[in-house]
C-alpha cells in the first residue's frame, strides 16, 4: 500500500513539474512581444492604441479558443494536447521574425493565442484531478507561479537580447525554448488519458449542470483578474517610460520584480489556507490590490514609489488566480462534478477582462492617459473584493472553514 501510494505521489508529482513548465513556456511567449512593446512602439511606427488593438484581438483568440479545448480535452491525452498547443505556439514565435509592420504583428499574435488556447483548460484541469485539498492549493500555487516565471524571464531578457541581436535573433532564441519543452513534453507526459467527469451524466442533464457550475462570481473575479494582470503586463512598461522617464530595459526591470512578487503571492497562498479560508484570502486579496494599483497610479513618476507599490500588486494580484481556481474547485467537488470545461470557461473569463481592459487601456491612454486606465484596474479590483464578500455571504459559514491536510 505504501509503495503504491509512492508511486502515485511520484506520478502526480511529475505531472505537477511538466505541467508548470508548459505554464513557464506558454505565458513567456505570449508576453515576449509586450515586453517589447516601447521598442514596437518606434520600431514599427505603431501607437499605443494600435497596441491596444493587438492585445484585445490576441485575448480574443483565447476566449473564443479555450472553451472549445476545454470541451476537446476531456478524455483525451493531456500530453499530446500540450504539445499541440506548444507547436503552435513555436511557429507563431518564428513568425514574428519576418513581422514588418501592424498587420503582420497582428496576424502572429492571432496564432500565437490559437497555440497559447491549450495550456489553462488543459494543464489546470490536470493538476485539479491529480490532487485534492490543501495539496491542490500548493499545487495551483506552484504551477501559477511557474507562469509568472516565465514571463518575469522574458521581461528579464528580451531588451538584453535585443539590443545584442536585433529583433530577428530574440525570436528565434524563444522559439528555441518552446521547441525544447514540446521535445519534454511528448517524451515524459505524453499517454495519459484525462478522466471523463461527465460520462455520467445524460445528455438532458449535461447543460443545467454546466450552467450550476459555473457562477456569475467565478466569471467576474476571473474578468478583473486576468483584466488587472493584463493591463500591467502590456502597458506598464509604456506608463514607468512617459511617467518616470525610464528606458526599456528599467521599465522591464521593475515589471520584472512586480512578476517576481506575483510568483512569491502565487506561492505563499497555499499555506494559508490551513489558517484561513480561500474565500476569505481572496476578497483580502482583491481589496489590497485596489489600493496599491492607486498608489501605483499616484506614485507613477516616482521610480521607487511605483516600484514598491507595483511589488505589493503583483503579490496581492497573482494570489487571486490560484485562490479562484482552488474555490471554484472547491464548489464543483461540492455538486459533484470536475470538468475541464469549467475550468475553460474560468480561464476564458480571465482572458475576456484582459482584451477588454487591453483594448480599453489603448483608447483610453490615447486620448486620456494611462493614468486614467490604471485608476479604473484600481476600482475593479475594489468590485472584486465586494463581490468576494458576498459570495462567502451567499457560500454561508461551511465556507468559512479552512483547508485541512
Known amino acids: 500500500m505504501a509503495s503504491q501510494k509512492s508511486a502515485l505521489t511520484s506520478s502526480s508529482n511529475r505531472i505537477l513539474y511538466l505541467v508548470s513548465l508548459n505554464h513557464a513556456t506558454n505565458d513567456g511567449s505570449v508576453y515576449l512581444l509586450s515586453s517589447l512593446f516601447p521598442i514596437v512602439l518606434a520600431l514599427f511606427n ?33 500530453g499530446r494536447l500540450l504539445a499541440i498547443g506548444l507547436s503552435v505556439i513555436t511557429v507563431s514565435v518564428i513568425s514574428f521574425v519576418f513581422a514588418t509592420g ?41 504551477q501559477s507561479a511557474f507562469g509568472n516565471v516565465g514571463v518575469l524571464l522574458v521581461f528579464l531578457t528580451s531588451a538584453p537580447l ?16 518552446t521547441l525544447a519543452d514540446v521535445v519534454l513534453t511528448l517524451t515524459f507526459l505524453s499517454g495519459r488519458h484525462s478522466a471523463k467527469s461527465d460520462d455520467l451524466q445524460t445528455p438532458s442533464s449535461f447543460k443545467p449542470q454546466t450552467k450550476r457550475t459555473i457562477p456569475l462570481f467565478f466569471v467576474l473575479a476571473a474578468f478583473i483578474s486576468g483584466g488587472t494582470y493584463a493591463v500591467i503586463l502590456n502597458f506598464a512598461n509604456i506608463f514607468l517610460g512617459t511617467r518616470a522617464h525610464l528606458d526599456v530595459s528599467q521599465a522591464n526591470l521593475i515589471v520584472s520584480a512586480f512578476i517576481a512578487f506575483a510568483s512569491i503571492g502565487a506561492i505563499a497562498t497555499g499555506g494559508w489556507t490551513r489558517f484561513v479560508p480561500t474565500n476569505v484570502l481572496l476578497s483580502i486579496s482583491y481589496l489590497v490590490a485596489s489600493c496599491s494599483v492607486a498608489a501605483f497610479t499616484l506614485f507613477s513618476g516616482n521610480a521607487i514609489l511605483a ?99
Open 46 to 78: 505603431i501607437s499605443v492604441f494600435q497596441v491596444g488593438i493587438i492585445v484585445a484581438l490576441g485575448y480574443l483568440v483565447n476566449i473564443l479558443f479555450q472553451p472549445v479545448v476545454g470541451h476537446y480535452s476531456e478524455g483525451r491525452d493531456p
Open 102 to 142: 501592424f498587420l503582420s504583428l497582428l496576424a502572429s499574435v492571432i496564432l500565437l493565442r490559437l497555440g497559447s488556447s491549450f495550456f489553462h483548460p488543459v494543464g489546470i484541469s490536470t493538476i485539479s484531478k491529480s490532487y485534492g485539498g490543501p495539496r491542490l492549493q500548493k499545487s495551483m500555487g506552484f
Open 162 to 177: 535585443y539590443l545584442a541581436v536585433g529583433w530577428r535573433g530574440t525570436f528565434v532564441v524563444f522559439a528555441a525554448w
Open 307 to 405: 516600484s514598491i507599490t507595483l511589488l505589493v500588486t503583483g503579490f496581492s494580484i497573482s494570489a487571486t488566480y490560484p485562490l479562484t481556481y482552488t474555490e471554484l474547485s472547491r464548489y464543483l467537488g461540492s455538486v459533484g462534478q470536475q470538468s475541464g470545461r469549467s475550468f475553460g470557461v474560468l480561464s476564458s473569463g480571465q482572458t475576456v477582462g484582459a482584451s477588454i481592459l487591453g483594448l480599453a487601456s489603448g483608447y483610453v491612454s490615447q486620448f486620456l492617459g494611462l493614468e486614467v486606465s490604471f485608476g479604473i484596474v484600481a476600482l475593479l479590483a475594489l468590485v472584486g473584493g465586494v463581490s468576494a464578500a458576498f459570495w462567502i455571504k451567499s457560500r454561508g459559514p461551511k465556507s468559512l472553514i479552512p483547508d485541512i491536510e
